[in-house]
């Protein structure tokens, strides 16, 4: 399974040697159905993608502080795939105290490759062509699911406003 990181998009302009160095630290981790994958406001450093089967990524509607007063309740934003080898957990290659914004559930058994955020800046540091295509490779996904949010908080806002002046 791990020789399928040369179709992985997120490696996409890397060499067959870069393609090791990461085989090197990645490991495959199974998941059943139902199981989490990724819980939401959890701390934890790992990027995981999805090899085989689906996952759904969810959003709590309340923020932390409430969740003991109120009824917890959770939106499913999105399924996914692996057909375009999606990856989950890249935000947390960026923070110094990483908190997992989403909660990832496995809506079938999958297959996830992980690699340790740790164990990636190695990597990077050792062939820093790695770290460049793999960083410039990240940060073009994130800037498309940030137009998105975009785009998701103008509707909100919009609706919102047309909803108090009813």
């Known amino acids: 399974m791990l020789n399928q990181l040369n179709r992985v998009p997120l490696f996409s302009g890397l060499n067959d040697a870069q393609i090791d160095l990461l085989k090197n630290v990645s490991q495959l981790v199974q998941y059943e159905q139902d199981d989490f994958i990724i819980r939401e406001y959890e701390a934890d450093n790992a990027l995981f993608i999805l090899i085989e089967g689906e996952v759904e990524i969810s959003k709590s509607l309340v923020l932390p502080e409430w969740m003991n007063a109120v009824k917890k309740q959770e939106k499913a934003l999105l399924r ?38 740790t164990d990636l800046f190695k990597v990077t540091e050792s062939d820093p062509t790695i770290g460049k295509v793999v960083f410039k490779n990240i940060i073009s996904v994130l800037v498309s699911r940030l137009k998105k949010a975009n785009q998701d908080i103008l509707k909100l806002t919009t609706a919102f406003s047309l909803a108090l002046e009813s």
């Open 80 to 117: 996914v795939s692996a057909q375009n080898y999606p990856f989950f957990g890249e935000m947390a290659m960026f923070d110094d105290d990483p908190e997992r914004s989403a909660n990832i559930r496995a809506m079938t058994t999958c297959t996830m490759i992980k690699i340790n955020k």
